[in-house]
């Protein structure tokens, strides 16, 4: 029987948490009822939705559970926020503000308002550990500015953004805020109340639940336009039957990490660091990608010094990682995110993107990292005049 691979992709997805798996099932089988029809079948899954509901609400600290607004994931949460969110503000201005480092759904939802509905965007730079500055943000505000979208974690190097600080900077003005927390929702580090944001983009199978199902978070009050139209669910803003047994995962996702029965994010830290030690120690020259304090627990993006990360994963069919973005896959562009932190497109090519998750063993991460070590000597080139 051939072991499986050791997973260290947790940025790409996570396993579904059996316990999460068991609440879906009988939403799967026998409780197959639509949500929205008046009977017993409909109402018995009108509960759960509602229960599922609350639990997400929860897990972002959000005031009150008809601020979640489910979306089949965050890709579509991102698109009815930014494009929903700036098209309900049209008589306000037309110019958004987004960053060099955001996830493609981010940037392809802002240059669909750009392209279709004539407003105009503005991407700030970051310094060389993906951070934005607030006062960056703040310089290129105008008048005609009615929406900013910064990610809380970034999905390549873990680096998180000084959200709160960026409200400081909108809310006064009137200007919406929306933030992609797909990658740091699951870490237990996202709270609505605390940042401040007006918008929210999460993603279930981020967080050890089903694949499929999303949320947006819409603070009270704060008005969008609907970018489906049908049956109305979702309070008119997100037409379409719900995907109930998808919903209940994602509600019993969201309750297990608000709980204690999963690993902490301080055991994911220390896993992390173990792993990015032995590396450092076993490939001289290898540096490290995103803030050292202040990213994920679980992300370690590392550029290797003499060979290209594609290269070294050729070479281990025991590990289950990525050179990056799991959507930059079949792309030789290099990692945007890469080249804003200041990475030349060699450099890019030979980072590797290593994700640990609560599932994650001690003992993976000390194989692991003799894995990667040899394949990475046995890739690097002889040099001259050296033995």
Do not use: W
């Amino acid at each position: 029987m051939t072991s499986q691979p050791i997973y260290l992709d947790h940025q790409a997805t996570t396993p579904l948490d059996p316990r999460a798996l068991d609440a879906m099932m009988p939403y799967l089988t026998t409780s197959y009822g639509n949500p929205n029809s008046a009977h017993s079948h409909g109402r018995e899954a009108a509960k759960a939705v509602v229960t599922a509901r609350r639990r997400v609400a929860h897990l972002i600290g959000a005031k009150n559970p008809v601020e979640v607004v489910f979306t089949s994931g965050a890709t579509e949460a991102n698109h009815l926020a930014i494009v929903g969110g700036a098209l309900a503000k049209r008589a306000h201005g037309g110019h958004i503000v987004t960053t060099a480092i955001e996830h493609k759904a981010v940037l392809a939802a802002v240059q669909r308002l750009v392209d279709h509905h004539g407003y105009t965007s503005t991407r700030v730079g970051v310094d060389k550990h993906g951070r934005v500055h607030p006062d960056d943000i703040a310089a290129v505000l105008t008048p005609n500015t009615v929406l900013v979208s910064v990610m809380h974690a970034n999905n390549e190097i873990g680096t998180l953004q000084r959200i709160a600080a960026i409200a400081e900077r909108t809310a006064h003005r009137g200007i919406l805020l929306h933030t992609d927390a797909a990658q740091s929702a699951g870490y237990g580090l996202f709270d609505t109340d605390e940042l401040g944001v007006d918008l929210a983009s999460l993603s279930a199978h981020k967080l050890y639940g089903p694949k499929g199902v999303g949320a947006l978070y819409l603070r009270g009050g704060i008005q969008l336009a609907a970018q489906q139209s049908g049956g109305g669910q979702e309070r008119g803003l997100r037409a379409g039957t719900l995907n109930v047994a998808g919903i209940v995962g994602f509600g019993a996702a969201a309750e297990l990490i608000t709980g204690d029965t999963v690993p902490s994010v301080t055991q994911i830290r220390a896993l992390r660091d173990r792993l990015q030690d032995r590396l450092l120690d076993a490939i001289p020259g290898t540096s490290v990608n995103g803030h050292l304090s202040r990213r994920l627990p679980g992300t370690l993006s590392l550029t290797l010094p003499d060979v290209e990360a594609a290269d070294v994963l050729d070479r281990l069919p025991d590990i289950a990682a990525s050179t990056g973005s799991a959507c930059n896959t079949g792309t030789s562009d290099p990692s945007h995110v890469l080249i804003a932190i200041g990475l030349t497109r060699p450099q890019a090519r030979k980072t590797l993107r290593l994700g640990i998750g609560r599932t994650t063993t001690a003992a993976e991460i000390d194989r692991a990292a003799a894995l990667i070590a040899q394949a990475a000597a046995r890739h690097r080139p002889v040099r001259a005049g050296v033995d």
